[in-house]
């Protein structure tokens, strides 16, 4: 049997059709597959490799790292000094009272965490999600996933979640003394790229601050640049009590954080102690690939080019078949019809050398989503293959702007 073969009997499948792309190669924004086509790639593996794939200073750290040590002990108990270092830089770019990081595997572990932690610290039960919101596939993010489809298969699921519809100012009466958390993201991604209001968004603080709920805000798509600014929720203008990390956090390795202040994340060292626990959270490889890829975002400067590329790419996605463009940042939404316009756009698009996919609670949308480090030249380059994408599948014409 030759890879694909056994990828499709050996390897866990989820969905009928994966993409099986056999991938021998990648640098920068470009994938190479074993036939030696390349692909320029507008998703950046769903948002993890803001700098581009295997950065020479990410690659070199993770090898420095290895040369040293692996796995050492469960986390927490040694003094692992990527961890320490990564968990400083981190702290240095955050709000004041966001101080302390629970290192975890991944995004999905960082909603888990949040979710024991919220409960811990305030002693209440109720956790307050949203519409067409995602935080993660395992039994506790599932609960607050905002979409019936992804939760029906798999009830009963945890009790006492509440969800409300973004920017809706009747979710503030919802917020009450029973609640332990809201939990949001500070750009809604599955849903197509939807943005909070930003008095809405004061007033959830205010009210969240009142009932003493802790507001958590999901960055694991966000976070690291993707909107324009280093974290998301600073569009907004307020300061959470928790965020969560994953995704780019660890530079192409497997890594998510919780991050919140110390007062609070003390509460899972004692009754019960190892309150939270994880073995293989903040690997000390992953932990030193992240810092590597955030300092060289950081060096780069790629932040202050994000808008400008916005610009550029939504300037020359102009196609009477394109329904709609939500965009913030270097995060995407093409709008067309349907799903099945979308997915032949999408086949197409990648029979051409362009990788892109679609959103899970909005199928009809393509998503752009490319490293941060993608040049103009290539913007055009995709734009172009795009828009003769569009035009052979939905047979309009429309050339880019």
């Excluded at 989820?14 to 692909?39: C, H, N, Q």
């Excluded at 945890?158 to 917020?175: E, K, Q």
């Excluded at 968004?201 to 709920?213: N, Q």
């Excluded at 709008?335 to 892109?356: P, R, S």
Aim: charged residues 20%; proline residues 4%.
């Amino acid at each position: 049997m030759n890879h694909r073969q056994v990828f499709l009997r050996h390897v866990a499948q989820t969905s009928p059709a994966p993409l099986a792309l056999e991938i021998v190669k990648a640098r920068g924004t470009w994938l190479e597959g074993k036939d030696g086509k390349k692909y320029l790639d507008l998703i950046a593996g769903i948002s993890v490799c803001n700098i581009g794939h295997c950065h020479p200073q990410v690659v070199k750290a993770i090898r420095k790292q290895a040369e040293k040590y692996l796995h050492l002990m469960v986390y927490g108990e040694f003094v692992e000094q990527p961890q320490v270092a990564y968990a400083k830089l981190l702290t240095s770019l955050l709000p004041v009272t966001l101080n302390s990081v629970y290192f975890t595997n991944s995004g999905a572990e960082a909603t888990e965490a949040a979710m024991k932690l919220a409960k811990r610290v305030t002693g209440k039960t109720q956790i307050i999600a949203f519409n067409q919101s995602y935080h993660g596939s395992t039994q506790g993010a599932l609960s607050i996933i905002g979409d019936e489809y992804w939760r029906n298969a798999f009830r009963p699921l945890l009790p006492g979640i509440h969800h409300a519809s973004y920017n809706d100012p009747g979710l503030l009466n919802l917020i009450n003394n029973q609640t332990a958390a809201v939990i949001l993201e500070s750009v809604q991604a599955e849903r197509g790229v939807f943005t909070p209001n930003r008095e809405w968004l004061a007033a959830l603080r205010r009210r969240c601050s009142e009932t003493g709920a802790l507001l958590v805000m999901d960055e694991i798509q966000t976070g690291f640049g993707r909107t324009g600014k280093l974290w998301g929720f600073e569009w907004g203008d307020v300061v959470p009590d928790a965020v969560l990390l994953g995704k780019a956090l660890g530079g192409g390795m497997p890594l998510g954080a919780l991050v919140a202040d110390k007062q609070l994340m003390d509460v899972f060292t004692e009754n019960p102690v190892l309150g939270h626990i994880t073995t293989f959270g903040g690997h000390p490889v992953s932990c030193a690939a992240g810092l590597a890829a955030t300092e060289v975002l950081l060096e780069n400067r790629y932040l202050e080019k994000v808008q400008e590329k916005e610009i550029l790419f939504r300037s020359m996605l102009q196609h009477p078949a394109i329904e709609a463009v939500r965009s913030k940042g270097l995060l995407m939404a093409i709008a067309f019809a349907d799903f099945e316009t979308n997915k032949k756009i999408i086949d197409h698009c990648i029979e051409n050398g362009l990788l892109t996919d679609w959103f899970l609670f909005a199928p009809h949308c393509l998503r752009i989503a490319p490293p941060l480090s993608i040049t103009k030249k290539e913007i055009r380059q995709a734009c172009t293959i795009l828009t003769d994408a569009i035009t052979a599948v939905t047979g309009k014409s429309g050339q880019p702007g």
